[in-house]
């Protein structure tokens, strides 16, 4: 596709229930970026790859969440045991090169823990 | 850790008014700084961005500026109309890091 997709766009998870959030980036991008947006907040960094390697997880917020990126394309973000707090929007960017270049971001996946 | 900040956090306006947001940021050594538009539900509209040796980047109705030594970017809509209405973020980029630190956002209403 011409941009970068997330599946599913939203997500209803009960407390402790594991979750799947996929993206799909822009064909060819090196780079692939997860950030996490609270309502009412602007998006925080949670990790990045540059093609399967995952060279900076420093955001994620506890060890519940995991991500991966196996094939250098597609990647999914994991967070098990979902708590009321992970409730947010998780917004997938990707770059066509490093990290530096510019961010093409994703719709997001609206995840709601109950 | 840079620390952004964006003021006012809403702002309502009647159609034609021109709009004034402003960003503010901590760490003067960035690398760029962008504007992006987010409507509810949606994800993220890069608007303009700004490289550390420029002082503004205008599009259409849009203009952006940059002020690296007092850490101020101001974003200008001209003429404003009911369609601008969704929040605007701001976002820098520090030298040697690739993650985007992003302001909490303005969310403006356009009044018809």
């Known amino acids: 596709g011409a941009g970068v997709s997330q599946s599913p766009r939203y997500k209803v998870a009960k407390r402790g229930q594991d979750v799947a959030l996929r993206c799909d980036p822009i064909s060819g991008h090196v780079s692939l970026f997860w950030y996490q947006q609270a309502l009412g907040q602007g998006p925080e960094f949670l990790t990045y790859f540059q093609n399967e390697a995952q060279l900076d997880k420093s955001g994620l917020p506890s060890d519940r969440f995991f991500a991966e990126r196996p094939e250098g394309s597609v990647s999914t973000l994991k967070i098990q045991r979902t708590q009321q707090e992970d409730s947010a929007v998780y917004l997938c960017?990707?770059?066509?090169?490093?990290?530096?270049?510019?961010?093409?971001f994703g719709p997001g996946t609206r995840l709601l823990v109950l | 850790k840079q620390e952004v900040t964006q003021i006012p956090a809403a702002l309502s306006v009647p159609e034609g008014e021109n709009l004034v947001l402003n960003c503010s940021f901590t760490?003067?050594?960035?690398?760029?700084l962008q504007w992006f538009r987010q409507d509810p539900g949606k994800g993220l509209t890069s608007l303009l961005l700004?490289?550390?040796?420029?002082r503004e980047q205008t599009s259409g109705r849009l203009n952006a500026s940059l002020d690296k030594s007092s850490g101020r970017s101001t974003l200008y809509i001209a003429a404003s109309q009911p369609g601008d209405s969704a929040t605007y973020l701001c976002a820098v980029m520090v030298t040697n890091d690739y993650k985007l630190s992003f302001g909490a956002g303005t969310t403006v209403t356009v009044r018809a």
């Open positions: 700004i490289q550390s040796s420029q």
């Open positions: 760490d003067s050594a960035i690398y760029n």
């Open positions: 960017a990707s770059s066509l090169a490093f990290g530096q270049e510019t961010q093409y």
